[in-house]
């Protein structure tokens, strides 16, 4: 549980009253900005990688200033809960810096690794895809849960079974939701890992939900975490105080989640890495959790560029020098390519690499939603751990630079596998191989890729 979180729900009675448009187009914009320019913050457009160990200090001492300078805005209350120096120093100084994920022979720990630490980054891939047809889904999980280089898979949602739509806060996203759990058990028996880390209840979108997806049984403290993220630029409400309380009563991990939007509030990569560390330590003080997941985006609906990928690791590093959690970030390039996609390969890659040499432990959603776009994500990963923070910064501009090819017409799932063995034909294992020939060329060699 939360260091903090009896406090936090007290201090949402008692906290300085402010309506939610003050708080959000006055105090936080203007708090942004006073501590971006105290901290002398500035990202160089031409860097997709932050590697200054000095700079990650200076954003994470900007993020827990924005902590503490502006707090929590509590949306059902309108009143903002704020925290002590002493306190969130106390909330680090109790943090666990490991987490133990799956069970039985799938079971992992994910432990500190700095910036050119020879021990790889876990990844966990998108397991189905966006339908709401059920067999299609679960071929899509198998497909990812067979590779070698699966450390565990994060369900992706599910947009309705049959003609149940999921709507939030009704029963039907409920059933949604233990559709997913129930398809995603399935498969990974069937791919022969029944203990695989099955990632966070994808298609619940309301507490009520996510509790049900755990009572069931289907999802559970040993094969699933629960979500307690901040909702975004520094609010939360009950919900995820209840989310918080429910993990600590039933034992499940916290799932410390940030993904702040560039360019509404934020104007850039440096105020949307201080709000990840601002949000982590409100998330530590009020969760208690270890595993967290820090990703930017763009309002614009990207996920790649130089200006998310600073950000992504200079938060990142910045945790690294400063927390020590574990820490994932995305690993693919957000919008759905295609299979055979040049640009979802090279931006898979760029992902892999940059949260290498950041001193990540993992990637979620990494690759894609078949198994040879997950065992790309997989192997890049373990390919890039020996890098130095250097040599991964500058093959992270090579990829950025290499010509692509255009993408190609959408190819359904069906006409890439084997549905029989769910073994991939030879247009998808060439599109692979194609890769592996690049990136030897690259200079980043890797046992098991062959020509």
């Given at each position: 549980m939360g260091k903090l979180l009896w406090e936090t729900i007290q201090r949402t009675t008692t906290g300085p009253v402010m309506s939610e448009e003050k708080f959000?187009?006055?105090?936080?914009?203007?708090?942004?900005?006073?501590?971006?320019?105290?901290?002398?913050?500035?990202?160089?457009?031409?860097?997709?990688?932050?590697?200054?160990?000095?700079?990650?200090?200076a954003v994470f001492a900007a993020g827990k200033e924005l902590l503490l300078e502006?707090?929590?805005?509590?949306?059902?209350?309108?009143?903002?809960?704020?925290?002590?120096?002493?306190?969130?120093?106390?909330?680090?100084?109790?943090?666990r810096q490991e987490v133990t994920l799956g069970f039985d022979r799938q079971e992992i720990t994910l432990k500190q690794r700095g910036p050119g630490d020879p021990q790889r980054l876990y990844t966990f891939f998108p397991a189905g895809a966006l339908t709401n047809n059920v067999e299609s889904y679960k071929n899509h999980a198998i497909s990812v849960m067979m590779e070698p280089t699966c450390d565990g898979v994060i369900p992706i949602p599910l947009y309705a079974v049959g003609?149940?739509?999921?709507?939030?806060?009704?029963?039907?996203?409920?059933l949604v939701c233990l559709t997913e759990a129930r398809i995603v058990n399935e498969a990974a028996a069937w791919a022969g890992k029944?203990?695989?880390?099955?990632g966070i209840p994808m298609s619940a979108t309301t507490p009520l939900t996510l509790m049900s997806a755990f009572t069931s049984g289907l999802y559970h403290k040993r094969n699933c975490v629960l979500p307690v993220q901040i909702i975004q630029d520094m609010r939360i409400d009950y919900d995820r105080l209840?989310?918080?309380?429910?993990?600590?009563?039933?034992?499940?991990?916290?799932?410390?989640?940030?993904?702040?939007?560039?360019?509404a509030y934020l104007t850039g990569p440096e105020q949307a890495?201080?709000?990840?560390?601002a949000h982590t330590l409100g998330m530590l003080a009020y969760a208690g959790g270890a595993l967290t997941q820090a990703m930017s985006v763009s309002v614009h609906g990207t996920y790649i560029g130089?200006?998310?990928?600073?950000?992504?690791?200079?938060?990142?590093?910045?945790?690294?020098?400063?927390?020590?959690?574990?820490?994932?970030?995305?690993?693919?390039?957000?919008?759905?390519?295609?299979?055979?996609?040049?640009?979802?390969?090279?931006?898979?890659?760029?992902?892999?690499?940059?949260?290498?040499?950041?001193g990540m432990e993992g990637l979620w959603l990494a690759g894609g939603s078949t198994g040879l776009e997950a065992r790309w994500a997989g192997e890049m990963a373990r390919a890039a751990a020996h890098l130095t923070p250097k040599e991964g910064s500058e093959l992270v501009k090579k990829i950025a630079a290499a010509p692509r090819e255009p993408d190609p017409a959408p190819v359904s799932f069906h006409k890439l596998y084997d549905?029989?063995?769910?073994?991939?034909?030879?247009?998808?294992?060439?599109?692979?191989?194609?890769?592996?020939?690049?990136?030897?060329?690259?200079?980043?060699?890797?046992?098991?890729?062959?020509?």
């Amino acid at each position: 549980m939360g260091k903090l979180l009896w406090e936090t729900i007290q201090r949402t009675t008692t906290g300085p009253v402010m309506s939610e448009e003050k708080f959000e187009t006055e105090l936080f914009p203007s708090a942004l900005a006073d501590i971006q320019a105290r901290h002398r913050l500035e990202w160089d457009p031409d860097e997709p990688v932050m590697i200054d160990p000095d700079m990650a200090d200076a954003v994470f001492a900007a993020g827990k200033e924005l902590l503490l300078e502006v707090g929590l805005y509590c949306k059902n209350t309108r009143r903002i809960v704020k925290y002590t120096e002493d306190e969130i120093e106390g909330v680090i100084a109790e943090a666990r810096q490991e987490v133990t994920l799956g069970f039985d022979r799938q079971e992992i720990t994910l432990k500190q690794r700095g910036p050119g630490d020879p021990q790889r980054l876990y990844t966990f891939f998108p397991a189905g895809a966006l339908t709401n047809n059920v067999e299609s889904y679960k071929n899509h999980a198998i497909s990812v849960m067979m590779e070698p280089t699966c450390d565990g898979v994060i369900p992706i949602p599910l947009y309705a079974v049959g003609d149940k739509k999921n709507i939030a806060d009704s029963p039907a996203q409920t059933l949604v939701c233990l559709t997913e759990a129930r398809i995603v058990n399935e498969a990974a028996a069937w791919a022969g890992k029944p203990g695989l880390f099955l990632g966070i209840p994808m298609s619940a979108t309301t507490p009520l939900t996510l509790m049900s997806a755990f009572t069931s049984g289907l999802y559970h403290k040993r094969n699933c975490v629960l979500p307690v993220q901040i909702i975004q630029d520094m609010r939360i409400d009950y919900d995820r105080l209840n989310l918080a309380f429910f993990a600590e009563q039933q034992g499940i991990e916290p799932w410390m989640s940030c993904s702040p939007a560039m360019y509404a509030y934020l104007t850039g990569p440096e105020q949307a890495a201080m709000e990840i560390i601002a949000h982590t330590l409100g998330m530590l003080a009020y969760a208690g959790g270890a595993l967290t997941q820090a990703m930017s985006v763009s309002v614009h609906g990207t996920y790649i560029g130089n200006d998310i990928s600073w950000c992504n690791t200079a938060a990142g590093l910045a945790a690294d020098r400063n927390l020590g959690l574990p820490w994932v970030t995305f690993g693919s390039m957000g919008n759905p390519a295609g299979a055979l996609s040049d640009e979802s390969f090279y931006a898979t890659a760029a992902a892999c690499i940059s949260a290498s040499v950041s001193g990540m432990e993992g990637l979620w959603l990494a690759g894609g939603s078949t198994g040879l776009e997950a065992r790309w994500a997989g192997e890049m990963a373990r390919a890039a751990a020996h890098l130095t923070p250097k040599e991964g910064s500058e093959l992270v501009k090579k990829i950025a630079a290499a010509p692509r090819e255009p993408d190609p017409a959408p190819v359904s799932f069906h006409k890439l596998y084997d549905l029989a063995t769910m073994s991939p034909n030879q247009a998808a294992i060439d599109h692979y191989k194609k890769f592996t020939r690049i990136f030897k060329d690259l200079g980043l060699d890797y046992a098991t890729w062959t020509d």
